[in-house]
Nanobody, 124 residues
Framework: QVQLVESGGGLVQAEGSLRLSCAAS????????MGWFRQAPGKEREFVAA?????????ADSVQGRFTISRDNAKSTVTHYLQMNNLKPEDTAVYYC????????????????WGQGTQVTVSS
C-alpha cells in the first residue's frame, strides 16, 4: 500500500521560512518524480515544484528563486523536501506531496499517488 506522509507545515510570518517533508513508502519509487502542489481556499490545486529521480527540477514561476525542492533516494523510504524561503501571505495553502512515474509533470492527473496535505499559513 503506497503511503505519502507530509510534515513540517505551520504558521509563519511573512519573509520567514519553512521546510516541508514527504516520506513515500509502499512500493519502489525508482524512476519516479516527486512533486509538491498547493491549494488555497476557493482556488484550484496548483503545481509548485517537482524533482526527477536524477535530480532535475521544475518550479512554478510564483515560487522560482524562493522555494527549493530536494530528495533523498538512499533509503527504502524515499523522502523529498520543499524548502520555502521568503514566504508571502499568498503562499498560504494546503500543501500536498505527490509522486508520478512521468518525468517532471505539472498536471494533477499525472500524479497517481498523493499525501493527505499539510497546512501552511503565512501571516502579514
Amino acid at each position: 500500500q503506497v503511503q505519502l506522509v507530509e510534515s513540517g507545515g505551520g504558521l509563519v510570518q511573512a519573509e520567514g521560512s519553512l521546510r516541508l517533508s514527504c516520506a513515500a513508502s509502499g512500493r519502489s519509487f525508482r524512476g519516479y518524480t516527486m512533486g509538491w502542489f498547493r491549494q488555497a481556499p476557493g482556488k484550484e490545486r496548483e503545481f509548485v515544484a517537482a524533482i526527477s529521480w536524477y535530480g532535475a527540477t521544475a518550479y512554478a514561476d510564483s515560487v522560482q528563486g524562493r522555494f527549493t525542492i530536494s530528495r533523498d533516494n538512499a533509503k527504502s523510504t524515499v523522502t523529498h523536501y520543499l524548502q520555502m524561503n521568503n514566504l508571502k501571505p499568498e503562499d498560504t495553502a494546503v500543501y500536498y506531496c505527490a509522486t508520478s512515474p512521468e518525468t517532471l509533470p505539472r498536471r494533477n492527473y499525472e500524479y497517481p499517488y498523493w499525501g493527505q496535505g499539510t497546512q501552511v499559513t503565512v501571516s502579514s
